[in-house]
Nanobody
Framework: QVQLVESGGGLVQTGGSLRVSCAASGRPISSLAIGWFRQPPGKMREFVAASRGNDANAYYTDSVKGRFTISRDNAKNTVYLQMNSLKPEDTAVYYC??????????????????WGRGTQVTVSS
């Protein structure tokens, strides 16, 4: 069983930065694929970024490439999403998700078995 807790959301102005965190327990994050998703108001949950435990590659949706960075701190068993140059369209509840098995698929909600409760990110114009 894996538990995930997000934190670090908040209100920021356009062009600002935030770092959201995903603290995991139950398994070391080095054994997990971790995805970040977001759900804007009135819309479906969508993929943002992902990384696998033993894979140096990171994956991003096109709209955040060059602005967001996913990173891991194995000592803290925590995954971060650094968000720079934020835009109003980045406003959403941000969720982290985890999967213990290996899969080539990483950008779909169904690819992950474990989910946090989310943290709100609001970007004002």
């Amino acid at each position: 069983q894996v538990q995930l807790v997000e934190s670090g959301g908040g209100l920021v102005q356009t062009g600002g930065s935030l770092r959201v965190s995903c603290a995991a327990s139950g398994r070391p994050i080095s054994s997990l694929a971790i995805g970040w998703f977001r759900q804007p108001p009135g819309k479906m949950r969508e993929f943002v970024a992902a990384s696998r435990g033993n894979d140096a590659n990171a994956y991003y949706t096109d709209s955040v490439k060059g602005r967001f960075t996913i990173s891991r701190d194995n000592a803290k068993n925590t995954v971060y999403l650094q968000m720079n140059s934020l835009k109003p369209e980045d406003t959403a509840v941000y969720y982290c998700a985890a999967e213990t098995g290996y899969s080539t698929s990483y950008k779909w909600v169904g690819d992950y078995a474990y989910w946090g409760r989310g943290t709100q990110v609001t970007v004002s114009s």
